[in-house]
């Protein structure tokens, strides 16, 4: 028998499988391609049983066990409500009785990017409620890999790891893309479903023991999502609807519809994403990746949509939650309000700070690094956060950028090492094994005594040597075949030497984690202890230092000697009580230099 009830006045907003009250599961999905869907539970029953049942408002509640159909409701909405589903249950939908697949957002993939969805339940025991966030100037930020960054490759491996990030001076943990991908290794990039947290890392539950665990050491999280496409492998979006447009195109595949028919559905899914991190597993920041590559011609585009919807939600939430932009722009409106039309964000990575400081301590002038190298450079960008405002760009060949007029340098996150710079690179080498110990110490000291936000890349506190390369897990042959090809491809504009490491092949992955021993060696001349114990006081110093501790731009006096290869920063606090003397020598020879006149005090 198949019972049929009104829905609740009030259900709870979002997409996906959501435990409601009394053992009851609603699921909400957006599929106006699909004239008939139905929820097929697979799990804990071991059979499919059709239900038939009249729901008034589009929607009903079926028997356990059972499959239920809905119509689809206003903007192609398909709604219904289960009985006796707990979390844990595992299910998927079919479409108009023919293909099953996984709901698009599913919050957990037990099975890969192609099996049964499972249904996961909100509660947890949190311990945070004390925790508020930290104010945008305090992050130092720590970007990693979670298959990486430890040898098991999970959430809760992190957790064994973090009392040495906070001792180092870390405020906040960066992690690399954790929606589901194919397979057990890949960057992230390559995720086909955004709200379910990567089953082979520990899946929903360990992620929020992570968060749980950073807030209880005062240190935020960051969450690295992509917006501006999915994966290639277990995406199945364009078969619920028009989640994609043919009008643009991406580096890495089809572009996402927002702003073209029925886009108002595709930005609600992505907000919806974001919200769900802010909610669900108390996240305190998200990276947008690569917001360059999101075409949105509409008046007010999904960009401005996102950065409001997640500053609406932390002050409701009364939450320090803050957007940063990966954004190779240099426009200034990717950090300007939406009230003056911008797009609201309250920070982006700076890509000139990084190619300036690269080029200084390397010499590489090849592919966008043929724009860089002078002393100068990076005494430009250390005022403004962008080199680039306007000026004509040899690599891009036409005019590039635009002035910030920003002196808030907490606006800026800036590195000298991170996942791209490095991965993206032919073998993923690492500074490390291109620069002497000594040129080591001097991108730790130009990194974090910058007026901007310090990331370090995990492993480059103490000079990290095994590389960090690019892989993957995918399981069909034509598409590992096409990521090998375009890595190849890639690395022309470089002229790198040599082979590039199979993506696909297991080892490039094993080769990639972190060797942890490498700065514990019991040895009064190890190198790595005395680079992690220099990044140490470095951190100690900006955090305790009024001079170093502020952000303002206006506040930051470069002296650039670009014969001798010298660089001088004067940096004031803000009530002028205080100063700071800072001096590169980026030459291959002893430089003499000295501070202006005055009672100075060696650091």
């Not at 009008?247 to 919806?272: I, L």
């Not at 007026?451 to 590992?480: C, K, N, R, V, W």
């Not at 110093?541 to 006096?557: G, N």
């Not at 470069?558 to 014969?563: L, R, S, T």
Request: proline share 6%; glycine share 8%; with cysteine.
């Amino acid at each position: 028998m198949t019972m049929a009830m009104a829905l609740p006045m009030t259900l709870p907003q979002g997409l996906g499988a959501m435990p409601i009250a009394d053992g009851r599961c609603l699921f909400r999905v957006w599929a106006p391609r699909v004239k008939k869907l139905e929820v097929h539970i697979v799990a804990p029953f071991d059979r499919y049983v059709a239900a038939e049942a009249v729901a008034p408002s589009g929607a009903m509640v079926a028997p356990s066990g059972g499959a239920a159909a809905s119509a689809a409701g206003a903007g192609g909405y398909h709604q219904v409500i289960i009985e006796g589903l707990a979390p844990g249950a595992r299910y998927k939908l079919r479409l108009d009785g023919r293909e099953e697949r996984p709901d698009p957002a599913s919050r957990l993939q037990p099975e890969g990017v192609h099996g049964v969805s499972e249904i996961v339940g909100r509660d947890f025991a949190w311990k945070d409620s004390h925790w508020r966030g930290l104010p945008l100037k305090d992050y130092v930020i720590y970007e990693l890999h979670v298959g990486t960054f430890t040898n098991e490759g999970t959430f809760d491996a992190i957790i064994g790891r973090l009392d040495e990030l906070r001792e180092l001076g870390v405020t906040a943990i960066e992690l690399l893309p954790i929606a589901q991908f194919p397979g057990t290794r890949n960057w992230g990039y390559d995720g086909a479903h955004p709200f379910a947290a990567q089953h082979s890392y520990g899946g929903p539950l360990a992620l929020k023991r992570l968060v749980d665990a950073c807030h209880a050491r005062e240190l935020a999280l960051v969450l690295d999502v992509v917006y501006n496409h999915l994966g290639p492998e277990g995406n199945y979006l364009s078969e619920f609807g028009p989640y994609y447009t043919s009008r643009y195109k991406t580096p890495w595949g089809p572009a996402m519809n927002f702003d073209g028919p029925q886009s108002d559905e595709v930005r609600r899914y992505f907000v919806e994403n974001a919200l769900m991190w802010i909610d669900e597993f108390h996240i305190d920041a998200l990276r947008v990746d690569a917001v360059h590559a999101i075409v949105d011609h509409s008046a007010q585009p999904f960009l401005q949509d996102l950065c409001t919807a997640v500053r609406q939600r932390a002050e409701r939430l009364g939450r320090k939650v803050f957007t940063i932009a990966e954004s190779n722009l240099n426009a200034p409106r990717v950090l300007l309000p939406s009230s003056v039309g911008g797009l609201g964000f309250d920070a982006q990575w700076s890509d000139d700070f990084h190619h300036s400081l690269h080029a200084l301590l390397t010499g590489e002038k090849v592919g966008y690094y043929a724009d860089y190298g002078r002393v100068a450079d990076l005494a430009t960008v250390s005022t403004t956060g962008y080199l680039f405002t306007g000026q004509f760009s040899q690599f891009r060949q036409r005019r590039y950028g635009a002035p910030p007029n920003m002196r808030e340098g907490e606006r800026f996150v800036v590195s000298v090492q991170n996942h791209d710079q490095v991965g993206n690179r032919m073998h993923g080498d690492r500074l490390s094994s291109l620069l002497s110990f000594e040129q080591l110490k001097v991108s730790a000291g130009a990194l974090i005594l910058s007026p901007f936000l310090p990331m370090l890349f995990m492993g480059e506190e103490y000079g990290e040597t095994a590389p960090f390369q690019y892989f993957t897990s995918h399981s069909d042959h034509d598409l590992i075949e096409a990521v090998r090809k375009g890595r190849h491809e890639e690395f022309e504009a470089f002229a790198w030497q040599g082979e590039a490491p199979d993506p696909h092949d297991e080892q490039t992955f094993q080769r990639s984690k972190l060797n942890w021993n490498l700065w514990k060696l019991n040895t009064n001349r190890n190198p790595h202890a005395h680079l992690r114990a220099l990044h140490r006081e470095l951190l100690r110093l900006r955090r305790e230092l009024p001079a170093l501790s502020t952000l303002d731009l206006l506040l930051v006096e470069p002296h650039a000697d670009e014969e001798r290869k010298t660089l001088a920063f004067r940096r004031s606090a803000a009530d002028g009580r205080q100063e700071v003397w800072i001096a590169f020598n980026f030459s291959d020879h002893p430089r003499e230099m000295n501070p202006p006149d005055g009672p100075w005090c060696l650091l």
